[in-house]
Structures are given as C-alpha cells and as structure tokens.
C-alpha cells in the first residue's frame, strides 16, 4: 500500500538491481570459529550501540548484516557456519564509524582493539575486502507532489 501510494503521489518509478560494488566476505578464521552456541532458545534478540554489537540466538547471516551497517559496505556472510550464537562484542571505534545503534552512548574501551581485532580473537571470524553484486534500488524518475 505505501508502495503504491508514493508511485501515486511523487510519480516514482524504481528499480532493483545487482551493481558491482566493493563489500567484506565474513569468513571463518585458520583456527576455526569460537562462536558460543545460544543459551536458551527462542527468537533473535540484537543490542548494539557505539562501539558494541550484541545478540541473543542470532545466526552468522544475522552478524553480517549488523556489520554492514556499521562498516557502511555489505558483508556477505561466507562462513559456512550453521546454528544460533549469543555474542557480545566490544571494540574502539574508529573515528566517523557509524553507530546505527539504539543504545546512546559509548561501552567500548577508549585504549580497546579494534573491530577486525575483536572478531578474530572472540568469534574466530575476519572480513575480508572484495567485490561483489550488491542490491541496489535505482529510483528512474520522481517529481514534486502536486497541491492536494
């Protein structure tokens, strides 16, 4: 309904498409993941806010997109890893890092290491840079809306 309603209203036209874009490939370290299996079962639950990422029951695909928004590129979860993990992770972050959490406020260590750091060493995970098709929305056309 609301779909329909902005291509009435703005005389949108849009697009989806796959474009070659640069993205991180999470992948399972040498030494093999460290994720802990959920303690209790039941529905995902994610906290995260400056510097902090947490979850309850929550899958790898799950962490990569939680990492795409705050690294500001996709991430592709390529681990391979299967089943639920309560994770808390706990970095510095680097200045302008995006904080797309709903927490305010900073828990990380000022002197702390780093996300890439924080992911090798707790989950046995790391990102590795590439490129890759990536979802995009391609508005064609838009205008003004007119007087009601």
Known sequence: MVRA???DRFHVSARRENREQSIYELLVTQDGPKLKAAAAPGPPRLSNGRGRIGGR???TGILAKM???RLGRAVIDKTGVTGKFDIDLIWTPAPGER????IAG???NPDGPALFTVLQEQ???HL???KGPVGTLVIEHAEKPGAN
């Open 5 to 7: 309603l902005v291509e």
């Open 57 to 59: 029951s929550i899958d």
């Open 67 to 69: 990492l795409s928004g």
């Open 99 to 102: 904080d797309d959490g709903e």
């Open 106 to 108: 900073s828990l990380a």
């Open 123 to 125: 989950l046995g995970l």
């Open 128 to 130: 590795q840079s590439g």
